[in-house]
């Protein structure tokens, strides 16, 4: 049974940090693409950053660029995401999601996720 758990969010100031964790169980991470998606109260779901399970290639949302950086640890069966920079706008709910469809790098932001963790949430406040 495929599971995923996110931890590591919390309160923090304008411009400080974050890292995400996303535990998984069930299937081999290398197999899957993996991706961490944000959604805020009233607000479509947004695609943040993810890793092809075709090369490990990585994609990223265009306001997020240079700021946040997705990670795994396949000994570890983790995903993560650095958040650094970060500001009121990224405060959201954030969701780790995986699939074992082939995904190119192109298309891992996309909707085809049938495996999600919880969520975590990430608030930035002064």
């Known amino acids: 049974q495929v599971q995923l758990v996110e931890s590591g969010g919390g309160l923090v100031q304008p411009g400080g940090s974050l890292r995400l964790s996303c535990a998984t169980s069930g299937f081999i991470l290398d197999e899957y693409a993996v991706g961490w998606f944000r959604q805020a109260p009233g607000k479509e779901r947004e695609g943040v950053s993810c890793i092809s399970n075709y090369d490990g290639s990585t994609k990223y949302l265009d306001s997020v660029e240079g700021r946040f950086t997705i990670s795994k640890d396949s000994a570890k069966n983790t995903v993560y995401l650095q958040m650094n920079t970060l500001t009121p706008e990224d405060t959201d709910v954030y969701y780790c999601?995986?699939?074992?469809?082939?995904?190119?790098?192109?298309?891992?932001?996309?909707?085809?996720?049938?495996?999600w963790g919880q969520g975590t949430q990430g608030t930035v406040s002064s």
């Open positions: 999601a995986a699939t074992a469809a082939g995904t190119s790098r192109s298309y891992c932001l996309g909707n085809h996720y049938n495996n």
